[in-house]
């Protein structure tokens, strides 16, 4: 097995460099030859630890509020390319510090805040979010279209025009999502925002581009990039999180006790899907175990159980060759992106350590949690 499974502690997310490299590599690769900008987004992967490895391929972070924007300048040594909702004014006072693009949700924040940007004399481009009205997304949670929206601006909104001092655009409207999806999302806001594209600079496309999944169409990726590039003289931005992280490590837990009410038995673990996990339920959906069947069928049947007191802290059911013992070693595959910024320290269970295990299967645990850390979190 290539995980070095003997050397990590339980319960631990643990990343390993080989797997990261891999999909660094493929991202650098498509940056290099569509001739675009592809900076990582903090929201879905923030293990700063790994930044001296993330920089060796690509150089820029996108923030989503300021704890982020200072992490981008602390850690990846870069001003972040910022966007939230709504910024209050001490936001501002602090973003128009630590960042090299500011994108405005709506024409009053724009309005708001554009004077104090044009005051500070920063080299700041600013940015409006558009919202394209098109999304292949089908879950709500995840759609930034979905009716109601408050993300970005329809071009009635905007009236197709890029106000005095914006320079650039920004959408979100992707999800896990395929080149064919980027495809149709183009073709929607040029129908859209033809007037706004011909004075824009740049057009930051957000993230949801999934291009380290396998069978991801990467040479369509960077022939729809290029052809775009060219008929609208615009920089092209990329601002994926998942694609970066995706498939890069586990969750290492152990069985704690296994326990049994009308032929349903469960494996409690000594971590926590809602604290741990948390868009297991959220989306929901349920994770590969490494020694699972995964195919529902097996002969010992297990839900696995959250050490939390919340009654819908389980996921199941998982199929097995052999019976499960206390003691034995859960993995859950693809659980560092999104996965490790979503934690909580909820009923105070401890939480996983961060480790990496590095290009010669050395484990170092990066990160331990401690009763310190659950203390200051409350008053
Ligand atoms: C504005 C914006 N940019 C980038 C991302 C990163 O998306 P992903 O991790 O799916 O690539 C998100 C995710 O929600 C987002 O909202």
Redesign the pocket.
């Known amino acids: 097995m290539r995980i070095n499974i003997d050397d990590t502690p339980s319960p631990s997310y643990l990343l390993d460099e080989k797997l990261l490299r891999r999909n660094l590599a493929l991202i650098k690769d498509v940056k290099d030859r569509a001739g675009i900008d592809i900076i990582l987004?903090f929201?879905?992967f923030a293990m700063w630890s790994t930044f001296d490895i993330v920089r060796e391929y690509i150089n820029g972070a996108?923030a989503s509020s300021v704890y982020e924007a200072i992490l981008a300048n602390e850690e990846m040594k870069t001003k972040a390319h910022t966007?939230a909702p709504a910024y209050s004014e001490a936001d501002m006072s602090q973003l128009i510090k630590l960042s090299s693009h500011i994108t405005f949700n709506s024409m009053s924040q724009l309005n708001k805040h554009l004077p104090q940007i044009q005051k500070s004399g920063n080299n700041i481009s600013v940015g409006i979010r558009i919202n394209p009205e098109f999304s292949e997304v089908t879950t709500d949670l995840y759609n930034p279209c979905a009716n109601g929206t408050r993300l970005g601006m329809t071009a009635e909104t905007t009236g197709d025009i890029l106000p005095d001092g914006v320079d650039g655009i920004h959408f979100?409207t992707l999800?896990?999502s395929d080149a064919e999806d980027l495809q149709k999302t183009l073709a929607a806001i040029e129908k859209r925002f033809p007037n706004t594209l011909k004075k824009a600079k740049w057009i930051n496309m957000?993230?949801?581009?999934l291009m380290t999944r396998e069978g991801y169409n990467i040479q369509l990726l960077i022939d729809t990039l290029i052809d775009f590039k060219k008929r609208w003289d615009v920089d092209i931005i990329l601002?994926?999180?998942?694609?970066f992280a995706w498939e890069t490590g586990y969750l290492i837990s152990t069985v704690l006790d296994i326990v049994s009410d009308n032929d349903i038995n469960t494996a409690i673990l000594d971590v926590s899907f809602t604290a741990h996990m948390p868009d297991c339920l959220e989306m929901p959906y349920k994770p590969v175990i490494l020694s699972a069947n995964n195919n529902d069928n097996g002969k010992y049947c297990y839900r696995m159980g959250g050490n939390s007191c919340l009654a819908g802290d389980y996921i199941g059911n998982w199929y097995f060759d052999n019976e499960l013992n206390v003691g034995d070693k859960i993995i859950f595959n693809d659980m560092i992106?999104y996965t490790m910024v979503k934690t909580t320290m909820f009923n105070g269970i401890n939480h996983p350590s961060i480790a990496i295990q590095d290009m010669n299967r050395d484990v170092k645990v990066v990160k331990k949690f401690t009763y310190t850390d659950y203390k200051n979190r409350m008053s």
């Not at 601002?239 to 694609?243: K, Q, V």
């Open positions: 987004a929201k879905g996108t966007y979100h999800c896990e957000g993230g949801g581009h601002e994926p999180g998942s694609a992106h």
